[in-house]
């Protein structure tokens, strides 16, 4: 109490250099251990944003390009972002889409060429069936025809004839005809075997 400050003592602080050498080490191994927290956090940051925008999209491209590779069906890459990974997973959607309706189009055009094919086989069958049936009734007919009968075809080849027709020609030349032989054989055989009277030193 009493007018003015008044000195009632001295306070000396001394610091060593030791002491000083500690607590710097001290602030300094504070301040690296808060860097590192902070360093730490930002990586740990990073690396989940980088999983969250770039691995996880690229992980489900990856998996719907292995089930088209392994011929599984094919499956649409669902994330919307409009990033350049974005972009790219668009435009994977659209080939798929696309190569969805090519694999379609042309499911759908063998299913109706394997129609096709089965319905022209059955023709073919059942006109192949007709024509045996035609033709064992011509067989039939012809035989059932006293006198010798044969048919020949625009190039004057054998096309059918009955037994009679090959019992006139003899065994020598009768047994020996069979369906596409050319009429000429046929007839220079037999005036050969001298069936034909009138072509007795002039065959030709």
Same mark, same amino acid.
């Given at each position: ?20 050498? @500690?607590?710097?080490?001290?602030? !300094? &191994?504070? #301040?690296?251990?808060? +860097?590192?927290? =902070?360093?730490?956090?930002?990586? %740990? $940051? ?71 094919? @089965?319905?022209?086989?059955?023709? !073919? &069958?059942? #006109?192949?069936?007709? +024509?045996?049936? =035609?033709?064992?009734?011509?067989? %039939? $007919? ?63």
């Amino acid at each position: 109490a009493g007018a003015g400050p008044k000195t009632i003592g001295k306070l000396e602080l001394i610091a060593t250099p030791r002491h000083v050498w @500690e607590q710097t080490r001290l602030r !300094l &191994l504070i #301040a690296a251990i808060i +860097a590192l927290l =902070a360093v730490g956090m930002e990586v %740990a $940051a990073a690396l989940f944003a980088l999983r969250r925008i770039v691995a996880q999209p690229l992980d489900r491209l990856l998996t719907s390009i292995n089930r088209s590779k392994s011929g599984q069906e094919r499956e649409r890459v669902e994330w919307h972002s409009s990033d350049e990974l974005g972009q790219v997973i668009s435009a994977f959607n659209a080939m798929q889409d696309q190569q969805a309706a090519y694999e379609r189009e042309l499911r759908e055009a063998r299913d109706t060429l394997e129609r096709r094919v @089965e319905e022209r086989t059955a023709e !073919l &069958l059942s #006109a192949t069936n007709e +024509a045996t049936r =035609a033709r064992s009734q011509l067989t %039939a $007919a012809i035989e059932t025809i006293s006198e010798g009968f044969s048919l020949y075809d625009k190039e004057d080849r054998l096309v059918i004839c009955n037994s009679r027709y090959q019992e006139l020609l003899r065994p020598e030349v009768g047994g020996g005809i069979e369906p596409g032989t050319p009429f000429e054989s046929i007839l220079r055989a037999a005036a050969g075997q001298g069936l034909i009277a009138d072509a007795e030193g002039r065959l030709d």
